[in-house]
Nanobody
């Protein structure tokens, strides 16, 4: 059973930065497309960012473009989400996910991902 573990969440003020990390046990992530999603209270889980298995291709939802950066270090079996200029509307539980399917395009929908972490809370105060 693959386990993904997120870390790096916390309580920050608007304008601050956080870096989330996602690491895996019992699986090497270097062949998997990886995604970050978030879910705020009372809302559906939404796509934030994704990165291809090679790291050459990245995708972002419009609301985080220019502020968030997804990256990966396959040697460390870890995926990162650098979040800058945080806003109160970024407050949510953030999840990383792994897509084992080696698709033609990196998916941006939750249903396409096979494994999920337990989530890490990010709270941005105004």
């Amino acid at each position: 059973q693959v386990q993904l573990v997120e870390s790096g969440g916390g309580l920050v003020q608007a304008g601050d930065s956080l870096r989330l990390s996602c690491s895996a046990s019992r699986r090497t992530l270097s062949s998997d497309d990886m995604g970050w999603f978030r879910q705020a209270p009372g809302k559906e889980r939404e796509f934030v960012a994704a990165i291809s298995w090679s790291g050459r291709h990245t995708y972002y939802t419009d609301s985080v473009k220019g502020r968030f950066t997804i990256s990966r270090d396959n040697a460390k079996n870890t995926v990162y989400l650098q979040m800058n200029s945080l806003k109160p509307e970024d407050t949510a539980v953030y999840y990383c996910a792994a897509d084992l399917g080696r698709r033609a395009a990196v998916p941006t929908t939750p249903g396409a991902y096979d494994y999920w972490g337990q989530g890490t809370q990010v709270t941005v105060s105004s």
